[in-house]
């Protein structure tokens, strides 16, 4: 019997809408990247049955280039074209895993500035074809790999700048525009959309953007609203990031090996989970909510739900979808490929061998 075939009450009450949205509400756009932002908030209703706090999610997919990058994408390249930083002419170029890219593509599309991206191998096919089919070229790099080395992705879009003076780095773990793309938009909107009533507010930490961004914001119209950053245990695990959050022994004498971006002074909390379960928990939400969410979206969720049976009756939770499940379907979310990268257990539970 597979997670989808269980009596779990958290299902009961799943009912088709008796009518489709008012139509006179369907927005009109002068151009695509108009649908950047104003994404929908939607309220989790059967993964926390009986908690008292009531959990939404911010679908940012719902961006035109399908994730939260567009937001930085066209926030980045309009600061740098503003401040004559970015030069006419000139080409596009930093490294990520692919949702960044598509942001700048299409804010280079609409200002004439061709894209590169420097790519570690982890970079999803569907992704990667994109991308391509978006005019962005692909270099490859690698991320685990240090600083220093030739084929670190920061160190090839570093040498890509220092050699070809058409070369412009965004660098988007440490320009401030990143941030404020998220203070002039998600933090707003996630504020009017709860009608001011947001109490935490969790997102993937990633280059700290949207996490310190929209955290920030949202201090500043309430000081008590708790900031928490969500990450892969694997992840937070071979970096300093805990430690010097933690202020644990030592602390002082460490050098961050995290991006700027990450406002250590917002962040309430860090909250970590590992791959599998949420490889599991991205699964569970596809069956039970009908919410297609990348991982970093899963992770968040999984936590916020976890958070809902701590919190004070009438908190509000807000957890951050980056990104949709879509472009997981040839990896985490197909059963092949996790039965061929030690996750059988996951595949087996969802989607039994024939």
């Known amino acids: 019997m597979t997670d989808a075939d269980s009596a779990d009450p958290a299902l009961e009450g799943w009912a088709l809408p008796t009518a489709f949205r008012d139509p006179a509400h369907a927005p ?57 930083e970015l030069r006419t002419g000139q080409r596009i170029i930093d490294f990520g895993a692919g949702n960044t890219a598509i942001g700048y593509a299409l804010a280079g599309l609409a200002t004439g500035h061709p894209v590169t991206i420097v790519s570690s191998p982890s970079l999803s096919p569907e992704k990667a074809n994109l991308l391509r089919f978006l005019g962005v070229d692909i270099v490859p790099g690698r991320a685990d790999v240090p600083s220093d ?44 959309q709860t009608d001011g009533a947001v109490t935490h507010w969790l997102a993937a930490v990633a280059t700290g953007g949207t996490v310190s961004g929209t955290g920030r914001y949202l201090k500043t119209r309430n000081p008590l609203v708790q900031v928490i950053a969500t990450d892969f245990a694997e992840k937070v695990d071979d970096s300093n990031l805990r430690q010097i959050f933690e202020r644990r022994p030592g602390w002082e004498e460490l050098e961050r090996d995290f991006p700027p971006n ?52 009438g908190s509000v939770i807000v957890a951050f979808s980056a990104d949709s499940g879509r472009d997981y379907v040839s990896r985490e979310y197909n059963a092949d490929w996790l039965r061929e990268n030690g996750f059988a257990e996951i595949a087996d539970t969802y989607s039994p061998a024939s």
């Open 28 to 84: 009109v756009a002068a151009d695509a990247l108009e649908l950047v932002g104003g994404t929908p908030l939607v309220r989790v209703n059967r993964l926390a049955p009986g908690a008292p706090g009531t959990i939404y999610v911010k679908l940012d997919q719902y961006n035109i280039g399908g994730s939260s990058k567009d937001r930085i994408g066209i926030g980045i390249v309009r600061s740098a074209i503003a401040s004559g």
């Open 149 to 192: 080395h030739p084929e670190n992705w920061a160190a090839i879009a570093e040498r890509y700048e220092r050699e070809d003076p058409s070369n412009w780095w965004a660098r988007q773990q440490s320009t401030p525009a990143n941030p404020q793309s998220h203070i002039e938009s998600t933090g707003p909107e996630v504020w009017a």
């Open 262 to 313: 990450i406002e250590l002074d917002v962040i309430d909390a860090i909250e970590t989970r590992s791959r599998a379960e949420v490889i599991d928990y991205g699964w569970h939400i596809a069956r039970t909510e009908g919410l297609v969410l990348g991982l970093s979206s899963a992770l968040s969720l999984k936590i916020a739900v976890d958070l809902a049976y701590r919190v004070d009756p």
